[in-house]
């Protein structure tokens, strides 16, 4: 059974920063891109990452891009997110997402909820 | 950037009767490679978005035959056959086609 399980979320203040972390098992991790996606309240899920098999391609939106840094460490099968400079506008529940064939979003987390706020 | 847009934004429908999701892009979804990469994605209250159809009408793995999708170039369609209670959420549509991936801003299916 595929798992991915998601931790670091919390509430940080403007400016701040915070390190997503997700556990995957049940597939071998090495061999799927994988994302983080983004929902927040009253909004469609926006896409914030993608990285490739080895860890060396990564593409970003725009709105995160210089503040974010998605890494994956494929001998412990986890996807990290470092989220630098947070925003108001960055308050969201953060999903890890497996990356399917079809470039789709094929399974996903429960999400771990940021809040930015002072 | 493509603009994904759904009709309609909430969808009151009767138990066991069909219910229809059109979703519109502003540009065609045709990758280069021949493949057009339109995704549908449920949404239940308190749950992490759920694949259910890959590239216009593959269903997912454990996706039950009454969800179907169609659709080519800007214009694709999620179909419920008869919708049953389960079925209340919200769903949303999603181009990988290019970059960024983009969602539609989601229905709302709700039971009547």
């Known amino acids: 059974e595929v798992k991915l399980v998601e931790s670091g979320g919390g509430l940080v203040q403007p400016g701040g920063s915070l390190r997503l972390s997700c556990a995957a098992s049940?597939?071998?991790?090495?061999?799927?891109?994988m994302s983080w996606v983004r929902h927040a309240p009253g909004e469609g899920p926006e896409w914030v990452a993608n990285?490739?098999?080895?860890?060396?391609?990564?593409s970003y939106v725009d709105s995160v891009k210089g503040r974010f840094t998605i890494s994956r460490d494929n001998a412990k099968n986890s996807l990290y997110l470092e989220m630098n400079s947070l925003r108001a506008e960055d308050t969201a529940i953060y999903y890890c997402?497996?990356?399917?064939?079809?470039?789709?979003?094929?399974?996903w987390g429960q999400g771990t909820l940021v809040t930015v706020s002072s | 950037d493509i603009v994904m847009t759904q009709t309609p934004l909430s969808s009151p429908v009767t138990l066991g009767q069909p219910a229809s999701i059109s979703c519109r892009s502003s540009?065609?979804?045709?990758?280069?490679?021949?493949?057009?990469?339109l995704s549908w994605f449920q949404q239940r209250p308190g749950q992490p978005p759920r694949l259910l159809i890959s590239?216009?009408?593959n269903r997912f793995s454990g996706v039950p035959d009454r969800f179907s999708g169609s659709g080519a170039g800007t214009d694709f369609t999620l179909e419920i056959s008869r919708v049953e209670a389960e079925d209340v959420g919200v769903y949303y549509c999603?181009?990988?086609?290019?970059?960024?991936?983009?969602f539609g801003q989601g229905t709302k299916l709700e039971i009547k």
């Open positions: 997402v497996r990356v399917g064939s079809g470039r789709t979003f094929e399974y």
């Open positions: 049940g597939f071998t991790f090495s061999t799927y891109w």
């Open positions: 590239k216009i009408s």
């Open positions: 540009q065609s979804l045709v990758h280069s490679d021949g493949n057009t990469y």
């Open positions: 999603m181009q990988a086609t290019q970059l960024p991936p983009l």
């Open positions: 990285i490739m098999l080895g860890g060396s391609e990564k």
